[in-house]
């Protein structure tokens, strides 16, 4: 291999020349000695900076792992809180179906008994309205349970079954006969 080739001169005072060359030298040496300094200290500004970063990542990432535990928790309270107002709520109408059924249950029996005892037209009797207005009377009077009733498809308008009565209401003389 040929790294490469001089043609060397005879030169008149070679003192001074080696004098130059290594006065070159010294100056690159002065140069590269600098800028290995200067390297050095981006160097370790860099690693310190690097540093710094590092540990605020650390600090962020332990924030948002205790910010999500947090949340999480309280997503949980929540939850609960939603369960067991689903289930309170869905014992409430539990609890209204069953007294719309003994109502029901319980004014069926009285219209059986009035008829069969041929008192159907006795205004001292109680009637559908009145056995309702127990029935509501008996269920809770918070407003959203109310609300919650009043827009749940079991419970039946009156208005309909008056005019149900009056359609089917017998003409006078075709009631049951007394034994």
Request: net charge neutral.
């Amino acid at each position: 291999f040929r790294l490469g080739s001089l043609k060397l001169q005879k030169v008149s005072s070679p003192a001074e020349v080696v004098k130059e060359l290594i006065g070159y030298c010294l100056d690159c040496l002065g140069r590269l000695q600098a800028k290995n300094e200067h390297l050095q200290k981006e160097n370790e500004r860099l690693f310190s900076d690097w540093s710094d970063v590092e540990k605020r990542l650390e600090k962020c990432v332990e924030a948002k792992e205790e910010l999500e535990a947090d949340l999480y928790n309280r997503f949980i309270l929540v939850l609960n809180e939603k369960k067991a107002k689903i289930r309170n709520l869905q014992k409430l109408l539990n609890e209204a179906k069953e007294s719309a059924a003994d109502a029901k249950c319980t004014r069926d029996s009285i219209n059986t008994t009035q008829m069969a005892t041929g008192r159907e037209n006795d205004y001292d009797g109680s009637t559908e309205e009145e056995s309702e207005n127990l029935t509501w009377a008996s269920l809770p009077s918070a407003p959203e349970q109310r609300d919650s009733l009043l827009g749940s498809p079991d419970v039946i308008d009156t208005a309909p079954r008056r005019k149900r009565r009056q359609r089917t209401a017998k003409p006078a003389g075709t009631g049951a006969k007394m034994a």
